[in-house]
């Protein structure tokens, strides 16, 4: 359960950002990662940005995850995300 | 710097091998790095003599059945919704398991973050929400995060059963046991992100043994066992990030800031593995009205594991999963019998998912050899 998946800022509002993985959508809390920009991508575990990184090496990291879990965990961290995450109240996002 | 591909670093592990020409047994202390060298196939292309050990890294495998035993008896009382993070609900306890508690009808409700926690205690004012809080430092920052929050708004329909551990205390308390059988530590890919890499320069200085923190990518962990073979192979124990795209020396500050706010280290039981110092986190005094226990006036009762479940052993890297007389035979995946049967990541379940490669005899066991580890170390 300590897997982080890589997510691109597409909203940001306050200490919360909208990114996307692999076409889910998903909130997720940017306390960790304080100043966080629409356009940057973030490492996400457990609904927290952890990690800021680079585009070349979150492609790279989306590549080898559906490659060596055949896309298995990603669906579940995905479709889970964004069935299950409950959301705050009046966040506009 | 992308790394090796194929027959390259095959015969550069086969030829450190060889050089070594010894058992050689690396730790790779996370869960996530054991499926996916299994997922991967890596574990089976490594050379014959070099072993890997499946470590403490599996959150759910490392949780005292004492906390699993006080979860089920929240989530039993009137009024209290139980949040817990999915992986959790089919461990077994003494008493039965999460799941089995909501099957007789406790409310247990599987949140994605700490936040969906405190949110359920929003919208449900008139009951009490526990949060299980599981999970090492990539965790626990979020279970942060949330006390804070609860304690901005003044919520006082939410409680936390703090279970979260400390990656690098458990490292050395494996080091520390006389009879261990570690050469070296594959760090943690996504721990490290928060603790940073310098976090594991005790287990070089202190214990001798070369840490190598690495991503989740075969070709970087192929990268990572080569660094530690090398090191093995001089006779040197150093630190090394190969994940530098993400893990700095320092770590995530922000998030070390959290922990600190509201948590402190202390002394507490991992499964199997008993009590370790300063390997746990408790609530800071300010925080204390928080902690579920106190709220319901329990206490923590005693650990009571299957006596013939040796997940403690497998966990310490002393035996592999089938040499447990129980291993596909009376624990799988769907009637687990020990938590390291119960996880995805759970040595136990991913040998019974992948296979375990046989092995022609126990490791042997052999401490800190001052020899090969000399003078020359440089962390
Ligand atoms: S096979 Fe089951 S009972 Fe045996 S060590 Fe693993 S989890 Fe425990």
């Known amino acids: 359960m300590c897997l982080a998946v890589p997510g691109k800022v597409i909203e940001c509002r306050g200490d919360e950002a909208l990114v996307e993985l692999q076409g889910n959508r998903m909130r997720v809390s940017t306390h960790l990662t304080p100043g966080a920009a629409i356009g940057d991508w973030l490492l996400i575990h457990a609904g927290f940005a952890i990690a800021r990184l680079e585009e070349r090496e979150a492609l790279e990291t989306w590549d080898y995850l559906s490659q060596a879990f055949d896309g298995e965990w990603l669906a579940e961290f995905g479709s889970e995300a964004g069935k299950r995450y409950e959301s705050p109240p009046n966040s506009g996002l | ?379």
């Open chain 2, 1 to 379: 710097m992308r790394p090796l591909t194929g027959d390259d670093w095959r015969s550069e592990l086969q030829d450190l091998a060889v050089r070594i020409g010894r058992r050689v047994n690396l730790m790779e202390v996370c869960g996530t790095h054991t499926v996916a060298l299994f997922r991967t196939g890596l574990r089976d292309l490594l050379p014959a003599n070099v072993r890997m050990i499946s470590g403490p890294g599996c959150p759910v495998c490392v949780t005292a059945q004492r906390h699993i035993d006080a979860a089920i008896r929240l989530a039993g009382l009137p009024g209290v919704i139980l949040a817990t993070y999915g992986d959790m609900l089919r461990v077994p306890g003494r008493l039965g398991s999460l799941e089995s508690q909501r099957a007789s009808g406790a409310t247990v409700r599987v949140v994605q973050s700490a936040r969906g926690a405190v949110q359920l205690a929003r919208d449900h004012p008139d009951r009490q929400v526990v949060f299980l809080a599981v999970g090492f430092e990539t965790t626990a920052p979020a279970t942060a995060v949330a006390l804070l929050e609860a304690q901005r708004e003044g919520l006082r329909n939410f409680g936390v059963l703090v279970c979260h551990k400390l990656v690098v205390p458990a490292m050395e308390a494996l080091l520390a046991d006389a009879d261990h059988c570690i050469d070296g530590f594959l760090c943690p890919g996504h721990v490290s992100v928060i603790i940073g890499a310098d976090a594991y320069r005790p287990i070089v200085r202190r214990h001798r043994r070369p840490c190598v923190i690495a991503g989740f990518e075969s070709g970087d962990m192929a990268r990572a066992i080569a660094a530690l073979l090398r090191q093995v192979h001089d006779g040197r124990a150093a630190l090394e990030n190969l994940y530098p795209a993400v893990v700095s020396s320092r770590g995530n500050r922000a998030a070390q800031r959290l922990l600190a706010e509201v948590f402190e280290p202390a002394d507490g039981p991992w499964r199997a593995l008993g009590d370790i110092p300063r390997s746990t986190l408790a609530l800071r005094p300010r925080f204390q009205r928080f902690d579920a226990m106190q709220r319901f006036a329990l206490r923590l009762g005693r650990d009571d594991d299957h006596p013939a479940c040796r997940c403690g052993e497998v966990i310490m890297g002393r035996v592999e999963p089938d040499a447990c007389p129980l291993f596909a035979n009376g624990c799988d995946p769907l009637r687990p019998v020990g938590p390291c049967m119960v996880s995805g990541e759970g040595t136990c379940a991913a040998w019974f998912k992948y296979g375990g490669r046989a092995r022609p005899t126990q490791p042997a066991a052999h401490g800190a050899t001052p020899e090969r580890v000399g003078p020359g170390v440089r962390p």
